[in-house]
């Protein structure tokens, strides 16, 4: 039996939105067809992709990496199918792209490189600045669209956004510590052992958000704004912390172990996405920027609807790194 087109992308589905259910809204479906389709995913590769939960779904090491590679099988054929759509003449101009430092050191660079293979008449610039630095810019025109957090994003007045990508956190723990034993890990548990804090991208800000959420407290140790720190503390056993799939990778520069565990209570993925003034009128380049980027990570075109004020009370809950 192969695997069908159909079948990556009710995974894709469920596994960015957390939950069967609106998988199935979102591509106007049935729960039960979106249910078994995964299920006929599973037994073809022969690997459990989702962990079924009370709240939802959550995305096993397995399904983690067919998950990437379903994005580029989705993304490559939505470029083929929107190319005999696209006009005969190739498009020119410049658009002004603002990045926060997650997004740019492990989000954006091979979609940039895609994008300029694919208009090679478009200049990007580019430009690294903090999410409150780049949502001022945006609303005064500075720049033409941001790719960041959206699930930091505070000006939702101003701003629309559009979630591209939802990256689960998970427990990063080295190879040979205790909590390894268990598959999932409740959030009590973790807080008794030494703990590493990033602090880049509002992380330490915005992550004590699920913590005071149960009245409880990390055993910080260490604060950093560098991610290889945190890999490298966590790897060599000095301390625990929690992070995003999007910046996970399972060695740390001396070649240690990095193993993840499921976290038990409820904590907010991290959410990627593109974020633009309200009344914005996009030039045809800025046009041609969201477009791909929207087929580019989940093939399936717009990812989500932009979010309007009503929905506030989600990019409150969701948040950083």
Not at 91 to 104: A, D, K, M, N
Not at 146 to 163: G, K
Not at 289 to 314: E, K, L, N, S, T
Request: glycine share 6%.
């Amino acid at each position: 039996m192969s695997v069908s087109l159909k079948q990556i992308r009710y995974f894709v589905a469920a596994a960015e939105t957390g939950r069967i259910s609106q998988a199935a809204i979102d591509l106007n479906v049935s729960q039960s067809a979106v249910t078994a389709a995964i299920q006929q995913l599973e037994a073809i590769v022969c690997a459990r992709l989702l962990e079924r939960t009370p709240t939802g779904v959550t995305v096993t090491m397995e399904g983690s990496r067919f998950l990437s590679q379903g994005r580029q099988i989705l993304a490559s054929v939505a470029e083929a199918v929107r190319g005999t759509h696209i006009s005969a003449g190739p498009l020119f101009g410049t658009v002004r792209i603002g990045v926060t430092y997650t997004v740019s050191g492990y989000f954006l660079p091979r979609h940039q490189m895609r994008f300029q293979a694919s208009f090679p008449g478009i200049t990007v610039e580019l430009y690294e600045a903090p999410r409150d630095v780049l949502e001022r810019a945006v609303v005064d025109g500075a720049l033409d669209l941001a790719v960041m957090l959206v699930s930091n994003l505070h000006n939702n007045a101003m701003l629309a956004s559009e979630t591209l990508l939802r990256s689960p956190r998970r427990l990063w723990l080295a190879a040979d510590h205790p909590l390894t034993r268990a598959e999932r890990v409740h959030l009590a548990e973790i807080a008794t052992y030494p703990y590493v804090m990033l602090t880049v991208d509002e992380a330490s800000h915005t992550s004590m958000r699920y913590w005071n959420a149960l009245s409880l407290e990390p055993r910080t140790i260490f604060r950093t704004s560098s991610v290889e720190a945190v890999r490298s503390m966590v790897a060599g056993g000095m301390g625990i912390t929690i992070l995003s799939d999007l910046v996970y990778r399972p060695w740390s520069l001396e070649g240690q172990r990095i193993e993840t565990r499921v976290i038990e209570n409820e904590v907010p993925s991290m959410d990627v996405g593109l974020a633009w003034r309200r009344d914005t009128q996009f030039s045809e380049a800025a046009k041609a920027y969201r477009d791909f980027m929207r087929f580019a990570v989940a093939g399936v075109g717009p990812a989500r609807p932009p979010v309007g004020i009503d929905h506030r009370q989600r990019s409150d809950e969701a948040i950083g790194i």
